[in-house]
C-alpha cells in the first residue's frame, strides 16, 4: 500500500501530525482530500477560475511553511475553508486597493443551486428540483452561501460563523429565515414533503 493511501486511511489527528512532522504523503493526503470542495466553495465566491486556483494554492503554501506553529485544527476542512476565505478577501483587497473595505465587503457568495443535487434526485421530480433552485436564487447572497455550507458541506452553526465571520445567533436566524421563506414558496407550489424533510435536518 503506498504511503497516500495509509494515510488517507488514518484518522484525520494522525495526518496532521505526520503533516507537522513533515511527511509529504501526510501533506497530500490533505491536499487531495480537500481540494476539489475548496475549489468548488471558492467558485461560488468569486468567478474567477484561476484567482480560486492561486489563494487555495497559498493556502496550501501557507500552513506547510508555517506547520510547526499551527494549532491541530478540530476539523481539516473547516480550517482549509476559513483560510481560503480569509486569503480570498486578502487579495481582493490588495487587487482593489482598498484598505477600507469591511470584512468580507468584497466576497459575494453565488451559486445556480445550492441544495445537493444527488439528494434533490432523489426527492423530487425534474420539474420540482426546477422550482427549488428558482426559489433558493432568490435568497440574499449571505443565505445562499450559509445554506450551502450547512446542507451541503455539513459545517456546524459555530464552524459557519467563523467561516463566514458572522455571529453565531446570526447564523441561526438566517437558516430560519431562509427555510421559512423555501418552507412558505414550496408549499405554495403544493411540491413534495420530502423536501421539507431535506431543509429540516439540522
Given amino acids: 500500500m503506498s504511503i497516500i493511501k495509509e494515510a488517507i486511511q488514518e484518522e484525520p489527528e494522525t495526518v496532521w501530525i505526520k503533516f507537522v512532522d513533515g511527511d509529504k504523503g501526510a501533506f497530500t493526503s490533505i ?8 475549489f468548488s466553495y ?6 474567477n477560475k484561476n484567482f480560486v486556483k492561486d489563494c487555495i ?4 503554501l501557507d500552513i506547510y511553511e508555517h506547520r510547526k506553529r499551527i ?5 481539516i476542512k473547516f480550517y482549509l475553508f476559513k483560510a481560503l476565505k480569509r486569503t480570498m ?17 468584497n466576497l459575494s457568495f453565488f451559486t445556480e443551486y445550492n441544495i445537493e443535487t444527488k439528494t434533490i434526485d432523489r426527492e423530487v421530480e425534474k420539474y420540482q428540483k426546477k422550482l427549488v433552485a428558482k426559489i433558493v436564487k432568490e435568497l440574499t447572497p449571505k443565505q445562499q452561501e450559509i445554506l450551502y455550507l450547512r446542507f451541503t458541506k455539513g459545517f456546524n452553526y459555530a464552524e459557519i460563523s467563523e467561516i463566514i465571520d458572522i455571529n453565531h445567533n446570526s447564523v441561526r436566524k438566517q437558516v ?4 421559512k421563506k423555501l418552507r412558505k414558496d414550496l408549499a405554495l407550489n403544493d411540491i413534495n414533503s420530502g423536501v421539507y424533510l431535506l431543509l429540516f435536518a439540522v
Avoid: C, T, W
Avoid at 31 to 38: A, H, I, K, R, T
Avoid at 57 to 60: C, E, I
Avoid at 89 to 105: D, M, N
Fill in 31 to 38: 491536499y487531495n482530500s480537500n481540494v476539489d470542495s475548496l
Fill in 42 to 47: 471558492g467558485m461560488k465566491l468569486n468567478s
Fill in 57 to 60: 494554492q497559498d493556502v496550501f
Fill in 71 to 75: 494549532s491541530a485544527p478540530r476539523n
Fill in 89 to 105: 478577501f486578502r487579495e481582493l483587497k490588495k487587487e482593489r486597493k482598498k484598505s477600507s473595505l469591511p470584512e468580507q465587503g
Fill in 176 to 179: 430560519y429565515r431562509a427555510i
